[in-house]
């Protein structure tokens, strides 16, 4: 399993619109997701992901979060990589989904 923590200077707010976005889109049950938590911070807000893989992690991006920040966020897109801690999952328990690895 992949995980990231993904770490945005921008208000809770944008990331509000993306998340409602997507689910308008129909796209929010990204294939490969495991897990996905998001919390506002002092600074704008953080998503912690857990992906069945990195090319599930990167195709979401590409294909499904890339479009929808192109089409709501003004101005040039993030640079790829920029505030993203990639990480080994080491342990994940989540019983209401079953997942105890």
Same mark, same amino acid.
């Given at each position: 399993?992949?995980?990231?923590?993904? @770490?945005?200077?921008? *208000?809770?707010?944008?990331?509000?619109?993306?998340?409602?976005?997507?689910?308008?889109?129909?796209?929010?049950?990204?294939?490969?997701? =495991?897990?996905? /938590? &998001?919390?506002? &911070?002092?600074?704008?807000?953080?998503?912690?992901?857990?992906?069945?893989?990195?090319?599930?992690?990167?195709?979401?991006?590409?294909?499904? /979060?890339?479009?929808?920040?192109?089409?709501?966020? *003004?101005? +040039? +897109? *993030?640079? +790829?990589?920029q505030g993203i801690?990639?990480?080994?999952? @080491?342990?994940? =328990? /989540? +019983?209401?989904?079953?997942?105890? &690895?």
């Amino acid at each position: 399993m992949y995980g990231v923590l993904s @770490r945005v200077p921008a *208000p809770a707010e944008m990331y509000d619109a993306m998340h409602d976005e997507i689910l308008r889109r129909g796209e929010g049950k990204g294939e490969g997701l =495991v897990v996905h /938590v &998001t919390r506002a &911070t002092s600074d704008g807000f953080e998503i912690l992901e857990v992906w069945e893989s990195r090319e599930h992690f990167e195709r979401f991006n590409r294909e499904v /979060v890339g479009p929808v920040i192109a089409d709501l966020a *003004p101005g +040039p +897109p *993030p640079a +790829p990589g920029q505030g993203i801690d990639e990480f080994d999952v @080491r342990g994940l =328990v /989540v +019983p209401a989904a079953g997942i105890y &690895t």
